[in-house]
């Protein structure tokens, strides 16, 4: 089995992501927190539909930050497409167009 040199640099690129990730889903969840206020009815769903997309991107980011640290301190070869995450944002465009539209 071939084994990797790991940078520190990758570890903070991991980390960095997460953090860009959490972020969005706070600015997510403030929104959609701010929308239950409403007393319309729409605009109430629109808020539980924020909270939840949140929530679902919260546990979808964590995931996916522990199987990158599990294949990080294995050091095993992974490729590029492994680390290249195309569903998380196409998910979140969708999510939110459907709440603004």
Do not use: N
Not at 19 to 30: F, G, K, N, P
Not at 51 to 59: D, E, G, I, N, T
Not at 65 to 88: E, H, L, N
């Amino acid at each position: 089995k071939r084994l990797v040199r790991v940078e520190p640099k990758t570890y903070l690129a991991l980390e960095r992501t997460l953090i860009s990730w959490l972020h969005i889903e706070t600015v997510l969840a403030a929104i959609g927190i701010a929308l239950l206020a409403s007393e319309e009815a729409i605009t109430r769903w629109c808020g539980y539909a924020c909270c939840f997309a949140a929530v679902a991107l919260a546990v979808h980011s964590a995931r996916v930050y522990v199987w990158r640290c599990a294949g990080i301190q294995r050091k095993s070869p992974m490729d590029t497409r492994d680390y290249d995450d195309f569903w998380a944002p196409a998910v979140l465009l969708i999510c939110l167009a459907s709440v603004v539209g």
